[in-house]
C-alpha cells in the first residue's frame, strides 16, 4: 500500500517571517485506507495523532497531477512549507515536491488543505492544554 508521507517544516523559534509566532514541526503519513499517523513537536512537547485518526475520500491525496509524479526536491525548502514525498510500500521514494508547487485547484491540494487545518486544530488544543480532538 502506498502512503504519502507530509513534513511541516515548521518554525519553533518563531524567527521567520514577519511575525514572532512559532509554528510546530510535523510529520504524518496518510495511507491509502485513510488512516494518518504520525506526531507534532510543539513547544509543550511531542504529540502523537490520536489513533482514530482518518481522512475522507483518501484517493484525493494520490491524485498527484502527471508533472509532479517523478519530480523530486533539488533544494531545501523554507520555514513554513508543507513537503509531500509519495512513497511505495517498501519505503522508496516515487516523488518529492512542496504543496506549493500544487496547482490552487486539485483534489490533492485540496485534501492536503483539509489535513493541515485538521492538524493546526490539534496544535491549538495542545497550546491551551486541552487533548486533542480531531474533526473528520
Known amino acids: 500500500?502506498?502512503?504519502?508521507?507530509?513534513?511541516?517544516?515548521?518554525?519553533?523559534?518563531?524567527?521567520?517571517?514577519?511575525?514572532?509566532?512559532?509554528?510546530?514541526?510535523?510529520?504524518?503519513?496518510?495511507?491509502?485506507?485513510?488512516s494518518v499517523f504520525g506526531e507534532v513537536l510543539t513547544k509543550a512537547?511531542?504529540?502523537?495523532?490520536?489513533?482514530?485518526?482518518?481522512v475522507s475520500n483518501p484517493?484525493?491525496?494520490?491524485?498527484?497531477?502527471?508533472d509532479l509524479r517523478r519530480h523530486q526536491l533539488e533544494t531545501s525548502p523554507h520555514c513554513e512549507e508543507i513537503i509531500v514525498v509519495l512513497e511505495e510500500p517498501s519505503g522508496r521514494q516515487v516523488c518529492t515536491f512542496l504543496m506549493s508547487?500544487?496547482?490552487?485547484?486539485?483534489?490533492?491540494?485540496?485534501?492536503?488543505?483539509?489535513?493541515?487545518q485538521k492538524i493546526k486544530e490539534i496544535t491549538e488544543q495542545d497550546v491551551a492544554g486541552d487533548s486533542p480532538r480531531v474533526s473528520n
Open 1 to 34: 500500500m502506498k502512503r504519502l508521507r507530509v513534513l511541516h517544516n515548521g518554525n519553533p523559534l518563531g524567527l521567520h517571517g514577519e511575525t514572532l509566532q512559532s509554528t510546530p514541526h510535523w510529520m504524518v503519513y496518510v495511507t491509502e485506507d485513510g
Open 45 to 54: 512537547g511531542r504529540r502523537g495523532l490520536p489513533r482514530d485518526f482518518k
Open 59 to 66: 484517493s484525493r491525496f494520490f491524485d498527484i497531477p502527471l
Open 101 to 116: 508547487q500544487l496547482p490552487p485547484v486539485s483534489p490533492v491540494r485540496h485534501a492536503l488543505d483539509d489535513l493541515v
